[in-house]
């Protein structure tokens, strides 16, 4: 799963420049990325097939909008756009380790969740039944999970192809949708502005044909500033080098030892369990028998331990062990690898919107902040920006999601894990703040107009406004035009106290 920011370019303006709102319409996307004719939007339609409808009414009927596409064509009142390209058998999702082997996956679908928060989600879902030994479970994880070299060595990508980058991913669905990619491009030289360079296998669902680079006038989608342009849509990575991995394992003899260890009340000590959450490829990145065990029983989630059933989750992972399908369905328990791949999919993928809006929100904050000294309005920028977040917190955002007391436990732990509610917390203070700079700047301009009337105000009181009939300004039998004078007088004398109280207000305030 890889989550992204996405910002529609509407003005021959950096994206910056731009308001909130015109990045993010749903409608803009939808026009662009029709033309990729790559994944085509699918509305969930549950008709007679039974395992849609377990899911549709697994959650709380005000959270559907925000999991479900439901086909509407009045795009812009949306939450979400869903995008799928289905595979059939024989497609596949090739991973070469360097010195290892080359694992064989099956591609089953690639999908695509956009909403309009300016955040999208896309996801390989692949399926393994080949390998089932511990390490090549691992493997499978930590290298096909990621999308650019964390760091470079003195031999470039060769070195961290020794640790955890994959040599080569390749692979396809059908004939028109290939690709292909060695990470080569990273033994380039490397421009600081540009340290980002999506992988094949993104950058083909986004409508790059061959070996079709950025610079392209053809290519739709950018993943840099570089190439930002009117009518394009830049793509902004919201994590580091790994994508989010869900991951079932079944297997009769880690479930049996695992089940051990949890009535034992030792889980801690199983090395694997803990690779298996984290995303370690052998052993575990940690020194620290305490720490250690305060980290697996925080992301442990054991309700069916002691049948050697259990789900791990992580701010990068969603896992889960139990006993292979053949075992389960003799035990009469529902069949884990379509519960990871409806309820607890759609499950992490709220959660995954969840967090990288809120990393959006903070990001467009941290923008406007630094345009509040400079020209241009401000206000309405931050007001438009303030819309978006309720919207949010109202309809993307939720404390619950379902009925069912397995859901509810597992939903509040990645909320924990992710620490979503502090994050929430912080970022609906920044925000908050910046409403209260809004509404200041505002009554200090109603303040200045009325500092402007009041010494008129205050003259007018003290004459009487009716010191002067309609005849004295030549509109009856009197023409004594010499009061017009008084009246000029009055008003220079008003606009002088004006101006020389605005400009005491302003040497105060430096």
Known sequence: MFPFRWDYISKDKSKEEISYSERTRLSDFDRVFSQCNTLKRTPYLIEDNHQKYNEYTYFHTFTRRALYDSGSSDLDNQILLY?????????FFNIEVLNHKTYTLNLKSICLHIYNTGVGVLTFNLENYQYSERGDILHINEFGRRIYPQFLG???????????????????????????E???????????RRTFLAPDFIKKVFGYRGNQREGDRSVNFVFSRLYEAKGKIRISQVTDDRMFFVSWFGNNNEAA?????????????SDFWYCFIFGDKANPTIANDTMRKSQIESVTYARWGEYGTVFGMTRDSLVALSSDLDTLKKKDVPDLSKHMTTMYYQMTILCLVQRASVLRFAYEVSNITELLNTSGNINSRIKDLYKNYIEFINKIYFREITSQIQGIEMYNQFQKVMNLEKE???LDSEIQELHTYVSMDEQEKLSKVAAWFLPAGVIAGLLGMNVFGAKDFGFGESQDWWKWGWVVVVVLLSAGISLGFSKYINVRKK
Request: proline fraction near 2%.
């Open 257 to 269: 030892e695992i089940g051990d260890l949890v009535q034992k009340k030792n889980i801690d000590n």
């Open 424 to 426: 929430v917390k912080d």
């Open 182 to 192: 060695n990470f080569s491009q990273y033994s380039e030289k490397i421009n600081p």
């Open 154 to 180: 003195e031999n470039k990508i060769l070195n961290t192809q020794n640790d955890f980058l994959a040599k080569r991913i390749w692979g396809g669905i059908g004939t028109k949708f290939q690709f292909d």
């Open 83 to 91: 995008y799928e390209l289905n595979g059939e058998v024989g497609d």
